[in-house]
């Protein structure tokens, strides 16, 4: 009997996985600006922060991938503990990760607003397994920490865009 192989398009594998992870949370914010600028600044600023005392951190808690390769305009492009499973420029970026304590997903949207500018949000899901991910989620999620630099990720990149 022949083993036959089937081969699944890592980039369909990641879109599932995010869809069946458990809504965190939702933030917000207006930027002066259309959305193709805020994109450029999304997609240049993002894994810009933290440099090395992120990294160490990243491989401290086994973050799935560790290094940042790629452009996040093409899915599989990665960032310290993210990688690019969908970029539909200038509308949504979907970034997935891993590590030993969470499974993740943060979902950028763009949406044009009717006075010209632009709704920049950023969607947590997230799963967090056994009693190590539970107490990771009480010091992250539950701690409001993820909330405040969530936010700071969004003023980073509402700024970005809107720089003369």
Request: aromatic letters at 6%; charged letters at 25%; hydrophobic letters at 35%.
């Amino acid at each position: 009997m022949r083993k036959r192989t089937v081969r699944i398009n890592p980039a369909d594998r990641l879109e599932s996985i995010t869809e069946e992870l458990p809504f965190i949370d939702e933030h917000s914010i207006e930027v002066d600006a259309d959305p193709e600028t805020v994109w450029q600044a999304l997609t240049e600023s993002f894994g810009d922060a933290g440099g090395g005392l992120f990294a160490a951190y990243a491989r401290v808690i086994g973050a799935d991938p560790v290094t940042s390769s790629g452009d996040l305009n093409q899915v599989g492009s990665t960032r310290v503990g993210f990688r690019v499973a969908e970029s539909e420029s200038p509308v949504r970026l979907e970034l997935t990760g891993k590590h030993r304590f969470s499974n993740y997903s943060l979902t950028w949207t763009i949406d044009e607003a009717p006075n010209g500018n632009s709704r920049l949000a950023a969607t947590t899901r997230a799963r967090f397994p056994g009693i190590h991910g539970r107490a990771y989620k009480a010091v992250v999620i539950d701690s409001s920490a993820h909330a405040r630099i969530t936010r700071r990720m969004l003023e980073a990149v509402g700024r970005r865009a809107t720089r003369p």
